[in-house]
């Protein structure tokens, strides 16, 4: 079962508490904490447009660091996660250049939790360390740097769960308990306490030990339930209805079925009121249990149909193109299935669905990969730029050409167009032949001529071609651009759209831009590791 700890969100807290105390400049401080805590919660676009004109007012390094994370912290709530990162890191190279180690340690926990959603648990879990490692050199603050520490150890439990290592993340959380459990003056110490203790009963449920997970569920609540009375916003919250749906579980395991289903009942309304997905599929999969122990068939074939919806609903957006053999699946699933073996059934559906959607994924990164290989090898040939360069034209013309342009002035028009695709104008959004006519200082028919005949191609067809060409060289050259997301990329070479880069990209060079970056990651992954190989 996937969990998100919402660092940012604590984050976030964290520096309010912190910094809502400072003298050093009460209008910065001011303007800070009305972005997190109001405009934030608002207004997305507004908050990012404050956030940057915070970054441009501050008047020190600190003041800085925290304008970059509040810009980062505004990209992570509108899922542009590169930039999210991009601003990070930028923050964390001003701390490193001015020792504060305060915080880097936050943000190598923020950087920690944006590549573990990502799945990059390999990267998440080195940044998580370093921010422990650095923590340490904090002589200042020791409530948050006690605070920073359980949030790291919750943080390296969540990757154990997430990978199904029950017993190493009770040990990651149980280490974190203290943390948690022995200060004061934070409003969020129990909500991120109760977090920890109903991660701790998981835990215990799914190793089999009921009474410690009884005893940690009630913990959770009665720590989340006076977090809502210090902060009102979180009341019936997700962790609310995971917390009922674990006592249920434990209830049920006791055989105390009253109390088992006014706590799965619970859990029930915050699902459907939260809309959280996990705790809908958590809590349907407990009432499907409970009610076949309780003998209520119908109760469970609701809510076995319930479960069943929500597995499928994420099939679909996970794997879009086998929704309809997925569909003919559960169809055959819903008319041959027996009652009592209908969970059993739903993961041989999915793991068939996964078998055959690996095997056409597979089929298809063969054919992907060629096409990147060609288009590669194509790039590199000419050496990013496709058109000839005006030494290797015949500029030998007929009386026809003579008589619709001077010479002279093909070869100035041929200079220009050189100049202008080592220029970076092909990008302008707004280009089109006759604002470049205007550029060259001459008239449409000349500039279409010249770029029909010396570069065999229509106009737009031209622009795009530079500006496909120029995204490609700054990928192989910059390694940021291979994180960057499709939309901004499109931006950078001037398309308008993302949906019009897609389809000019793909026209170019047979490939999407998504399957084309893989490609490109892989590929850079693999250079390294020959350069690495050969310095050893």
């Known amino acids: 079962m996937k969990r998100s700890l919402p660092c940012l969100i604590l984050l976030l807290i964290s520096i309010d508490w912190l910094f809502a105390q400072s003298t050093e400049d009460g209008s910065f401080d001011q303007a800070f ?41 505004v990209y992570h709530h509108i899922a542009k996660r590169d930039s999210s990162i991009y601003y990070a890191v930028e923050a964390r190279q001003i701390a490193e250049q001015t020792d504060n180690y305060l915080w880097q340690a936050r943000i190598n926990g923020v950087l920690s ?14 940044y998580a360390q370093k921010g422990l490692k650095v923590i340490e050199k904090v002589r200042d603050h020791p409530e948050l740097v006690n605070q920073f520490k359980g949030q790291s150890l919750v943080e390296l439990g969540i990757y154990d769960v997430e990978e199904g290592r029950y017993d190493e993340a009770l040990t990651n959380f149980r280490r974190a308990e203290p943390f948690f459990s022995g200060f004061s003056g934070h409003e969020a110490n129990p909500y991120a306490h109760a977090q920890n203790c109903e991660r701790i009963g998981l835990c215990h449920l799914q190793l089999g030990a009921i009474d410690s997970a009884a005893y940690y569920y009630r913990r959770a609540l009665t720590l989340e339930h006076y ?37 799965f009942q619970g859990a029930l309304a915050i699902a459907e009121a939260t809309g959280f997905y996990n705790l809908k599929i958590a809590i349907y999969k407990s009432l499907v249990a409970y009610y076949q122990v309780v003998g209520n068939a119908d109760s469970s074939r609701k809510y076995t149909d319930k479960y069943v919806t929500e597995i499928r609903e994420q099939l679909v957006r996970r794997q879009r193109y086998m929704d309809l053999f997925f569909v003919r699946m559960q169809h ?19 793991f068939m669905v996964i078998v055959l959607g690996i095997g056409l ?12 290989r060609n288009t590669i090898r194509t790039f590199k040939s000419t050496e990013v730029r496709s058109f000839p360069n005006m030494q290797t034209i015949s500029l030998v013309s007929t009386d026809a050409e003579k008589e619709l342009m001077p010479e002279s002035k093909k070869k100035e028009l041929l200079k220009k167009l050189d100049r202008f695709e080592s220029s970076r104008q092909f990008t302008d959004r707004n280009i089109s032949v006759a604002v470049l006519a205007g550029k060259m200082k001459t008239n449409t028919k000349y500039l279409s001529y010249i770029i029909n005949n010396f570069r065999n191609k229509d106009f737009n067809s031209y622009i795009n071609e530079l500006r496909i060409n ?67």
Request: charged fraction near 20%; glycine fraction near 4%; include cysteine.
């Open 227 to 263: 977090a809502s009375r210090i902060a009102t916003p979180l009341a019936d919250t997700s962790l609310k209805g995971l917390i009922y749906n674990g006592l249920g579980q434990v209830f049920l395991a006791d055989k105390e079925y009253s109390q088992a289903d006014s706590c």
């Open 113 to 126: 939790a944006q590549h573990r959603e990502m799945g990059l648990y390999t990267a998440g879990r080195q």
């Open 361 to 372: 994924y597979i089929g298809k990164q063969r054919t992907r990969h060629a096409q990147y």
């Open 470 to 536: 120029y995204i490609i060289a700054r990928m192989d050259e910059d390694n940021r651009y291979l994180n960057y997301k499709i939309s901004y990329l499109a931006e950078e070479c001037g398309f308008a759209t993302h949906s019009q880069f897609t389809t000019v990209f793909k026209n170019i060079t047979g490939l999407s831009p998504s399957a084309f970056i893989l490609f490109q990651r892989k590929a850079k992954q693999k250079e390294e590791t020959t350069l690495s190989n050969k310095a050893v």
């Open 332 to 350: 055959q699933f819903a008319t041959a299935m027996a009652f009592k073996n209908i969970l059993a059934i739903t993961v041989s559906v999915i």
């Open 33 to 73: 904490l009305q972005i997190c805590r109001y405009t934030a919660g608002e207004h997305l676009a507004n908050a990012l447009r404050s956030a940057d004109s915070l970054f441009f007012a501050a008047t020190n390094d600190t003041q800085k660091i925290r304008s970059l994370m509040l810009i980062s912290d």
